[in-house]
């Protein structure tokens, strides 16, 4: 079993910065992808970024430029640095985990909350 714990969510200004941490714990095996995504109130699970074990990474078109993922395998964890961001960046963000080269995520975490008021 995998677990996922995310981080750093809060209340922001538009235009503030966030940092989202996931650390991953137990058998992940030795190479996977991690993804996030979002879902805000009343909507749909969204993908945001995902970044293979070999570090490519993958953004929705909704936060390219302003959103950067990146991992520390050492540490087994992704990060996600959310740059200018904006009201309609408002919702709970999830991490996930999945095996390498697939598109499939069989591991989530719990979610960390993200407010951004205008």
């Known amino acids: 079993q995998v677990q996922l714990v995310e981080s750093g969510g809060g209340s922001v200004q538009a235009g503030d910065s966030l940092r989202l941490s996931c650390a991953a714990s137990?058998?992940?095996?030795?190479?996977?992808?991690m993804g996030w995504f979002r879902q805000a109130p009343g909507k749909e699970r969204q993908f945001v970024a995902r970044?293979?074990?070999?570090?490519?990474?993958y953004y929705a078109d909704s936060v390219k430029g302003r959103f950067t993922i990146s991992r520390d395998n050492a540490k087994n964890t992704v990060y996600l640095q959310m740059n200018s961001l904006k009201p309609e960046d408002t919702a709970d963000y999830y991490c996930?985990?999945?095996?390498?080269?697939?598109?499939?995520?069989?591991?989530w975490g719990q979610g960390t909350q993200v407010t951004v008021s205008s």
């Open positions: 970044i293979t074990w070999r570090g490519y990474t």
């Open positions: 137990g058998r992940a095996g030795s190479s996977y992808d």
């Open positions: 996930a985990l999945g095996p390498a080269g697939g598109t499939r995520y069989d591991y």
